[in-house]
């Protein structure tokens, strides 16, 4: 590490902060910062408001929601899909919710669910290394990362960089603390993680997520380990294990700017205005867009209570929680063939079912031109399939 430093020195490039003294000394200006966090924490509160009136069933839908997009983002965002429905039944029946369709889920999946609804449900328990490690454990049960082994529920031992671009035309980005230092850095995080200071809690999330991501402490899985941390420390600044928005979802939508803001901070002097600015801007944008998401499970609901004396197939019933359930994805129109499709039967099948529906008021059939599209008779007249497309 010293020689890297040298070398950067040489070629006149910027210190990473953590090779300053006192580095985690952060610095910011509050001033700048207050309008926004003031505005997140009136969004917080007024929103968990709304949860909590919501009743036990509608919040518990609400926090699978939630935490089905916390666990299929932050898996995306490093390149790891996963089966949303997979996702969610796993989520469901760990949470112990009935009259859920159980969906077999792989190992993967499972591991993940397990990291964020011990880092949510759990929030007020101390943050160990035992219990990190278990994290890591659960991401990698199987010793590998992709097809390359790692070490599993312990510090790496080996240096880590962050580089982009193709092969002998790499970019570094950032190279993180020599491995002999790690355990001694971890010990200064958790600590500090554990204690109860004078800062406040969404904040603390910001700079938990900056710390933990620049120690980069294991071979692989840093960043939805922080993430994780980042969900456990917004769980606490919420004091409740209602889950309502969706912070890995926001820095999926924003991630280029979330890799530069990042990269800078690193690089920078240890003033992390910056830094905390984009956190409370992405976390502004995710709290509005719980919103959006409370709206539409208030409608599903008033939606099924109107029609809850209606009869209709089980594969009716099935395609309009996945029309409300995918309400944020660009589904394109909804016809005869993409009914059929998704829904696995033939076009005769899809064409009766769609009829059938129409006759009882459950779906509004749209002439746009050639072809018929059918629309849910949202309660709150809102368009569902919500993007429409020449698909």
């Known amino acids: 590490m010293k020689n890297s430093l040298f070398h950067r020195k040489l070629c006149g490039e910027n210190m990473y902060i953590h090779e300053k003294d006192d580095w985690t000394n952060f610095t910011w200006a509050p001033d700048k910062l207050a309008p926004l966090l003031g505005n997140v924490r009136h969004l917080q509160g007024r929103l968990l408001g709304q949860m909590e009136q919501l009743g036990f069933e509608l919040t518990t839908e609400s926090t699978v929601a939630s935490l089905t997009f916390d666990v299929v983002d932050t898996s995306i965002i490093e390149g790891v899909m996963l089966n949303p429905e997979q996702v969610r039944s796993s989520i469901a029946h760990k949470l112990g919710i009935e009259n859920v369709d159980y969906v077999p889920t792989p190992q993967n999946v499972d591991g993940i669910v397990n990291i964020l609804l011990d880092a949510t449900q759990n929030f007020a328990q101390p943050l160990t290394q035992e219990r990190l490690f278990g994290w890591h454990n659960a991401l990698f049960p199987g010793g590998f990362g ?38 001694g850095e971890m010990k200064d995080f958790l600590a500090w993680f554990n204690k109860n200071a004078a800062l406040d809690k969404v904040l603390k999330a910001a700079i938990a997520h900056l710390w933990f991501v620049t120690l980069h402490p294991f071979d692989d899985g840093n960043g939805r380990l922080a993430r994780a941390i980042m969900d456990m420390q917004l769980a606490r600044s919420d004091n409740s294990a209602l889950r309502f928005y969706s912070m890995s979802n926001q820095i999926y939508k924003d991630h280029s700017k979330y890799n530069e803001v990042l990269e800078r901070t690193q690089k920078g002097d240890g003033d992390i205005t910056a830094w905390l600015n984009w956190f ?66 033939s076009t005769d099948t899809a064409l009766r079912d769609l009829q059938d529906l129409v006759q009882k008021g459950m779906l509004i059939a749209e002439d746009s031109g050639k072809k018929t599209n059918y629309l849910v008779a949202s309660p709150g007249k809102i368009r569902i399939p919500k993007i429409l497309n020449n698909s």
């Not at 790496?156 to 020599?178: D, L, Q, W």
């Not at 209570?305 to 996945?322: E, G, Y």
Request: some cysteine; hydrophobic content about 40%.
């Open 280 to 345: 409370l801007t992405c976390f502004e944008k995710a709290l509005l867009a719980s919103q959006t998401n409370l709206a539409m499970i208030l409608d599903k609901a008033k939606f099924w209570n109107q029609f809850q004396l209606v009869p209709i197939n089980d594969r009716q019933r099935l395609m309009l929680n996945h029309l409300y359930a995918n309400y944020d994805k660009e589904t394109g129109y909804l016809r005869t063939s993409s009914w059929a499709k998704t829904a696995d039967c």
């Open 146 to 183: 992709g097809l390359t082994k790692i070490d599993v529920a312990k510090y790496r031992s080996g240096g880590m960089k962050v580089v982009s671009g193709a092969f002998g035309r790499e970019k570094i980005h950032f190279e993180a603390p020599h491995p002999t230092r790690l355990d």
